[in-house]
């Protein structure tokens, strides 16, 4: 799980450094088994030898690898330490164990005088087996620890979503999207934000020509121009201020700074809060992004990628309908410009969402807000989700992508396993207030509209979805112009304006009652 973090300058190394800690293990563990290879053959023989000099070190290096074997097999170099329950121990073991009843066979396929003796193969599992999961323990215990004397400092990182559910790494090629940056001018706007900055943050890593990063908001600006700078960033670096909704300030970026790649992540995201101002959301969501299409294509940008949501898949709320629209103006995008929508679920533990808000209810010893037993949502890392937003940039298949995120997770389980987390002797129920759905909630959310196919991709995480065009321009056009005509602050319009972005005609049948339409993909 990604938590909420205030220190800015530091999450994506401290990301790297967390995934690379278990390998830092196999010099311990090539050193636990050496040790137990020289500690047999001084109970055997009542003298240290070296496992070289005797007459069956070669044999003893094949022991060795034979077990090392094992442990990569057995997965425990990808699982941190503190990440490791009773099922991962006994994966180790159970692995450590088969190594050691090979390794007891040899005499029976090889000659018995170039075997380590019975006696130093027994006191080799046995140390490999005990110090090494022993290893493991002690390493969780301490990290525990250090995680306990950090529960009060609101920057310390809590559960990772991968603490929660086992889930493969992604893979990007970034070698590929070097290639393809790496004379390219790309823009990204909502840079500030959750998933813009771990956005920026990549794309940093994959040194484009120039990279130009816009937002709003003067301080999420500032902390990732803090935090970027210090990366050494050897290309052009432009940090603007500038709202999307802003047409001509965004025609003079445009101009500016030609880019060929735009990447357009800036929006409204909090359901409750939309459903109270469906202007500024369909102003920001649905205006903004109609208008930021418009003008790429009048300055020739090559690619643009617009960042959706699973909430635009048969709305329920005034934000999944203002997405909705967008994603079909998107379809319409010029034949000069690759248009291209990627659609995804929540982003585990980005600011405002549902972790960091258990998260502080927890540090206050507050009860955690659930809405309904069986409310499940899609989660993703913002490392994966921006992993693979890159990655479709390699991508021209599909007019839409959407990520395989696993099976959906219920909001009450999660709330358990934090409660577990953070209090170990308290009962998660006692701590689980049931509030209610907010309004545009559904219980279930889906990726797939009943319209669209689901197709493989180059990349296993990457799933591909055609079908036929929503609307023409025109007509999507003469919509937005109706809706603009009630979009005006008083109550009366925004009345009108939800109704209208709900019950539009354009739409097919939409599903309000939170039930998940059969089209859901398989996520596994």
């Known amino acids: 799980m990604m938590p909420s973090v205030s220190n800015s300058a530091s999450p994506s190394a401290a990301s790297g450094l967390r995934r690379q800690a278990p390998r830092l293990f196999a010099l311990p563990d090539l050193l636990i088994l050496y040790g137990s290879l020289l500690l047999g053959a001084k109970i055997q023989g009542g003298a240290w030898v070296l496992p070289h000099t005797a007459?069956?070190?070669?044999?003893?290096?094949?022991?060795?690898?034979?077990?090392?074997?094992?442990?990569?097999?057995?997965?425990?170099?990808?699982?941190s330490p503190r990440r490791m329950h009773l099922p991962e121990f006994l994966r180790v073991g159970g692995w450590l164990v088969g190594a050691w009843a090979l390794s007891m066979a040899l005499p029976y396929t090889i000659d018995a005088a170039t075997v380590p003796p019975r006696g130093v193969l027994v006191v080799l599992g046995l140390g490999a087996v005990v110090g090494i999961l022993g290893l493991r323990a002690g390493g969780r215990r301490i990290l525990d620890a250090f995680s306990n004397n950090d529960s009060n400092d609101p920057s310390a990182p809590s559960l990772r979503l991968d603490d929660l559910v086992p889930r493969d790494p992604v893979e990007v090629d970034r070698g590929a999207l070097r290639n393809v940056l790496s004379d390219r001018t790309v823009l990204v706007t909502g840079a500030g934000g959750s998933i813009g900055a771990e956005l920026s943050r990549q794309l940093v890593a994959l040194r484009p020509f120039r990279l130009v990063l816009v937002d709003v908001s003067e301080r999420n600006l500032y902390e990732l121009e803090r935090t970027l700078r210090a990366d050494g960033y050897p290309g052009d670096l432009d940090f603007c201020i500038a709202d999307v909704r802003?047409?001509?300030?965004?025609?003079?970026?445009?101009?500016?700074?030609?880019?060929?790649?735009?990447?357009?992540?800036?929006?409204?995201?909090?359901?409750?809060?939309?459903?109270?101002?469906?202007?500024?959301?369909?102003?920001?969501?649905?205006?903004?992004?109609?208008?930021?299409?418009?003008?790429?294509?009048?300055?020739?940008?090559?690619?643009?990628?617009?960042?959706?949501?699973?909430?635009?898949?048969?709305?329920?709320?005034?934000?999944?309908?203002?997405?909705?629209?967008?994603?079909?103006?998107?379809?319409?995008?010029?034949?000069?410009?690759?248009?291209?929508?990627?659609?995804?679920?929540?982003?585990?533990?980005?600011?405002?969402?549902?972790?960091?808000r258990f998260e502080e209810k927890l540090a206050a010893g507050e009860p955690l807000p659930v809405t309904h037993p069986e409310m499940e949502r899609y989660f993703m890392s913002p490392e994966e989700a921006c992993g693979l937003i890159l990655q479709t940039l390699l991508l021209d298949n599909y007019p839409t992508y959407i990520f395989r995120m696993g099976a959906p997770l219920r909001i009450e389980w999660l709330a358990k396993r934090l409660i577990r987390h953070a209090y170990p002797d308290v009962d998660p129920e006692a701590m689980i207030e049931y509030v209610g759905r907010r309004p545009g909630e559904k219980l279930s959310e889906d990726l797939v509209r009943d319209d669209e196919t689901v197709r493989p991709t180059d990349h296993p995480s990457i799933l591909g979805l055609e079908g036929p065009m929503p609307h023409a321009r025109t007509t999507l056009d003469d919509y937005l112009q109706r809706l603009r005509s009630v979009a005006a602050p008083s109550r009366d319009s925004r009345a009108r304006l939800r109704q209208l972005l709900l019950e539009t005609p354009l739409a097919p049948q939409t599903q309000t009652n939170g039930s998940p339409p059969p089209s859901r993909p398989s996520q596994e």
Do not use: I
Request: glycine share 6%; charged share 20%.
């Open 55 to 79: 007459e069956w070190g070669l044999t003893a290096v094949f022991v060795l690898g034979l077990y090392a074997a094992a442990l990569v097999a057995s997965g425990v170099y990808r699982r």
């Open 246 to 356: 802003d047409a001509s300030l965004m025609d003079d970026l445009l101009a500016r700074h030609q880019p060929d790649v735009v990447v357009h992540t800036a929006a409204y995201k909090h359901v409750p809060l939309m459903e109270r101002h469906p202007a500024e959301a369909f102003r920001n969501n649905t205006q903004a992004s109609v208008q930021l299409l418009h003008l790429c294509e009048e300055h020739d940008v090559d690619r643009f990628v617009f960042v959706s949501t699973d909430k635009a898949v048969h709305p329920s709320s005034v934000l999944g309908a203002t997405k909705q629209l967008a994603e079909w103006y998107v379809r319409t995008g010029s034949d000069s410009m690759q248009c291209t929508t990627v659609r995804f679920g929540n982003v585990f533990g980005t600011e405002g969402s549902v972790v960091p």
